[in-house]
């Protein structure tokens, strides 16, 4: 009888032992998803930014283009105007 209760709880703290470290993986892949979706958020966002600076940096670049533009038409007015005045 001894014999067979020493068998049992030996047993037993095996199968705790068992769920135990099945938690404990369970644990870890659970830690391991969380960590992916978090640097997949991460590269997400990183993305969205590099996304909105390209487009900052385009309309910068149209503002610049538009302002050498207007002075190179403010240059071909007033030479349209000192012209006109010389001839008259």
């Known amino acids: 009888?001894?014999?067979?209760?020493?068998?049992?709880?030996?047993?037993a703290a095996r199968q705790h032992g068992d769920g135990v470290s099945s938690e404990h993986a369970d644990l870890?892949?659970?830690?391991?998803r969380v960590d992916e979706e978090e640097d997949e958020a991460e590269e997400e966002r990183e993305r969205q930014?590099?996304?909105?600076?390209?487009r900052l940096d385009a309309k910068r670049k149209r503002i610049r283009m538009l302002n050498e533009l207007l002075r190179?038409?403010?240059?071909v007015v007033y030479m349209e105007l000192?012209?006109?005045?010389?001839?008259?």
């Open 28 to 32: 870890e892949h659970i830690f391991r």
């Open 82 to 88: 000192i012209t006109v005045y010389h001839l008259e």
């Open 49 to 54: 930014k590099s996304a909105r600076e390209r």
């Open 72 to 75: 190179e038409l403010d240059m």
């Open 1 to 11: 009888m001894n014999d067979e209760a020493e068998a049992e709880s030996s047993r």
